[in-house]
């Protein structure tokens, strides 16, 4: 079956370090690839996707390339903020079956001034 | 602007109550989702419907039911409540287009505790 594998958290960083979580991935077929973040007391949020090999997703400063060769879904920021302070998820949706997520167990990034 | 709405956002029962944890999105989607989240284990399928009229069970269905009461709505429920069932819930929806995954649209979630 799909499953995705991310680093443990938490990581600690400080205010304008550069950020990667690693996230590999197991699937059959071509999946689409997330990652959601989720700020405290609150739900999942699209934080940006990939749907093909070699895409590259991005927002708010962060990316990710889709890498089938190594199975992987790196997210990655050139300078982190306070504000990004927040439980970051790698998933991925594969084909048929109604289109759900299977998630990573969640990496807890904390930034400090 | 609603997007996906659960209620209630908080919950304690005792051990073999019942309840039912509703939840309606307003973006037309036809698959809606039930997940639970447990400290390092991430986010777990409980059930899903991918269409208005059908239900699956995904990778922790047991002690749960589900109705797709409509496009609209999806209720999950708890006929007996166990300890093990502590946790947050969120709701989810989605447009399938065929071989194209679109993304998820979550709830606020709601927080259950099985005393």
């Known amino acids: 079956g799909n499953s995705v594998t991310q680093m443990e958290g938490p990581v600690t960083l400080s205010e304008e370090a550069f950020l990667t979580i690693n996230c590999t991935y197991t699937a059959t077929g071509y999946p689409s690839l997330f990652w959601y973040v989720q700020y405290p007391g609150e739900g999942l949020q699209l934080l940006l996707k990939?749907?093909?090999?070699?895409d590259k997703g991005s927002n708010k400063g962060f990316e990710a390339t889709y890498r089938k060769e190594t199975t992987s879904f790196h997210l990655e920021k050139g300078s982190v903020q306070v504000s990004d302070s927040a439980v970051y998820f790698c998933?991925?949706?594969?084909?048929?079956?109604?289109?759900?997520?299977?998630f990573g167990t969640g990496t807890q990034l904390k930034v400090e001034l | 602007n609603a997007g996906v709405t659960q209620t209630p956002k908080f919950q304690v029962l005792k051990t073999g109550q019942s309840m039912t944890l509703q939840c309606a999105q307003d973006m037309n989607h036809n698959s809606m989702y039930w997940y639970r989240q447990d400290p390092g284990m991430g986010l777990r399928l409980i059930y899903y419907?991918?269409?208005?009229?059908?239900?699956d069970k995904g990778e922790v269905p047991n002690g749960y039911n589900v109705s797709r009461l409509n496009k609209r709505e999806f209720s999950l429920r708890l006929e007996s409540a166990a300890p093990s069932q502590t946790s947050v819930y969120f709701c989810?929806?989605?447009?399938?287009?065929?071989?194209?995954?679109?993304?998820?649209?979550f709830g606020q979630g709601t927080r259950l505790t099985v005393v």
């Open positions: 419907s991918a269409s208005e009229g059908t239900t």
């Open positions: 989810a929806s989605s447009e399938f287009r065929g071989a194209l995954n679109t993304e998820a649209f």
């Open positions: 990939a749907t093909k090999a070699d």
């Open positions: 998933a991925l949706s594969g084909t048929g079956g109604g289109n759900k997520l299977t």
